[in-house]
């Protein structure tokens, strides 16, 4: 790289002791390629690891997973990068993220989300980046596949403020994003199309193996997310309407009464759950590929 480039940022690894990570900018001297180079050896000796980064995208950050190595994320000057081979490829991340200068970007180990800052002053988290970690071109060859995911947590979500009420947020003339969706959320890729006559749906059971729920999913190709929220199936339309009358519900009423709410199903209770992938044909659902284990834990509120 040419001579008296700046560096951006050097990032040690927190996986091996003597590895470091350095990203370097040189569009002060008009040169707006990405470089962002590796040691082994505590600084003595480096490689240069941009890959195929595009022209033009001059690198801000980098940063190494703590789990796999090889999973590395850049924040260049229009978005942000990852690569799942250690900076020989690499893939552009968006899913509702504007393209932005990414000057800094930190792991939250706990819960596994990549925090971004930009440059335009906004931050933004890829929430639960664990799947990246079993993205390989193996997977991504399947049929469909679901990908392991955190534990969820457990609390009433009833009660929460909504955005713009009590003067505060838009209302106030403040912006602010919308959490994430309670529940649990799984990500998993579509390989290959369904037939016309078959839908692809997420079947739910407890660590017994009984059913719990199942949702239908997107079954286009391409890495998706669609989230649970811990609820079992709702009650059949029988049920509902006994219910509702041996309360003296009426439809269309509010305040938790009736049909005001819509039908839903109970809270699940804490315990361990599994996660399968299925093609539905008909009224029968065949399981495609492997489960994914989680657990779903009780806060205090």
């Known amino acids: 790289m040419p001579q008296h480039t700046y560096v951006t940022d050097v990032f040690p690894s927190p996986r091996e002791a003597d590895t470091i990570f350095a990203a370097l900018n040189n569009w002060q001297r008009g040169d707006y390629k990405p470089y962002i180079v590796k040691s082994t050896d505590r600084g003595r000796t480096w ?14 950050s980098v940063v190494q997973d703590h789990i796999k190595g090889n999973l590395l994320f850049a924040g260049t000057e229009f978005g942000l990068f990852a ?29 596994n989300d990549l925090v971004l800052a930009t440059f335009g002053r906004g931050f933004y988290v890829l929430d639960d980046y664990s799947a990246l970690r079993e993205i390989s071109p193996e997977a991504l060859a399947e049929e469909v596949r679901i990908f392991p995911l955190r534990d969820v947590y457990l609390f009433n979500p009833i009660g929460l403020t909504p955005a713009g009420s009590a003067g505060q947020l838009p209302l106030s003339g403040l912006w602010s994003a919308p959490n994430p969706p309670f529940g649990a959320v799984f990500t998993y890729h579509v390989g290959q199309a369904l037939a016309s006559d078959q839908k692809l749906v997420l079947s739910i059971t407890d660590n017994e193996g009984r059913p719990v729920r199942r949702i239908d999913l997107d079954g286009a190709p391409g890495l998706r997310r669609a989230a649970w929220d811990l609820r079992r199936e709702p009650p059949a339309q029988g049920d509902q309407e006994q219910g509702a009358a041996g309360r003296g519900g009426q439809r269309g009423q509010g305040g938790g009464r009736g049909f005001g709410r819509g039908a839903q199903g109970a809270l699940v209770e804490p315990g361990r759950y599994r996660a399968t992938l299925g093609r539905l044909s008909g009224d029968i659902v065949t399981p495609i590929g492997e489960p994914q284990a989680f657990g779903v834990i009780r806060i205090a509120q």
Do not use: C, Y
């Open 83 to 111: 690569s799942f081979d250690g900076g020989a490829h690499w893939a552009m991340l968006k899913g509702g993220m504007p393209m932005a200068q990414v000057r800094d970007i930190v792991v939250q180990k706990r819960e």
């Open 47 to 60: 490689t240069n690891i941009t890959g195929n980064l595009p022209p033009k995208h001059d690198v801000w």
